[in-house]
Structure formats: structure tokens, C-alpha cells
């Protein structure tokens, strides 16, 4: 695990388990599904890299994201 902090989009501390917000609209790459604005991800998992974390959606299992993208819930 790296140790510098995973920030989300407005610079707010992202810990395990977190809830987190998608704020714009994101098409998943490899399928045709799109993630909505405004979709709830709960229980966000860190990955390691500052700019990412990694979750599930009801779509998309082991989806990783980028930080810049949620806001935490």
C-alpha cells in the first residue's frame, strides 16, 4: 500500500468502506454499460495508487474508478 492519502474529486479523505458519489456520467470500457451521475457506490476498497479505489456496482462487479470522478457520500 502506498502511503500517500486517496482524496476524492473536492479533496476529502476516501478510507475503506467508504460511500462515495459518481458525479458525472462514466462508460464502463470492455462493456456497454454506463455508470450515472449521482449512482451511490458503497464499501470502496483502496487499491494502492492515490487515484483509484476499487468497488461494485449493481452493473459492474471489480470495477476500478478514478478518484476524480466521486465525491464521498
Request: aromatic share 2%; hydrophobic share 30%; glycine share 10%.
Given at each position: 500500500?502506498?502511503?500517500?492519502?486517496?482524496?476524492?474529486?473536492?479533496?476529502?479523505?476516501?478510507?475503506?468502506?467508504?460511500?462515495?458519489?459518481?458525479?458525472?456520467?462514466?462508460?464502463?470500457?470492455?462493456?456497454?454499460?454506463?455508470?450515472?451521475?449521482?449512482?451511490l457506490v458503497?464499501?470502496?476498497?483502496?487499491?494502492?495508487?492515490?487515484?483509484?479505489?476499487?468497488?461494485?456496482?449493481?452493473?459492474?462487479?471489480g470495477l476500478?474508478?478514478?478518484t476524480e470522478?466521486?465525491?464521498?457520500?
Open positions: 500500500m502506498s502511503d500517500d492519502p486517496v482524496r476524492d474529486s473536492n479533496g476529502t479523505l476516501l478510507n475503506d468502506g467508504d460511500s462515495v458519489t459518481v458525479i458525472k456520467d462514466l462508460k464502463v470500457k470492455g462493456t456497454s454499460e454506463t455508470i450515472k451521475r449521482g449512482t458503497k464499501g470502496i476498497r483502496l487499491t494502492g495508487k492515490p487515484g483509484e479505489v476499487e468497488c461494485n456496482t449493481k452493473q459492474v462487479k476500478v474508478l478514478k470522478f466521486l465525491k464521498r457520500a
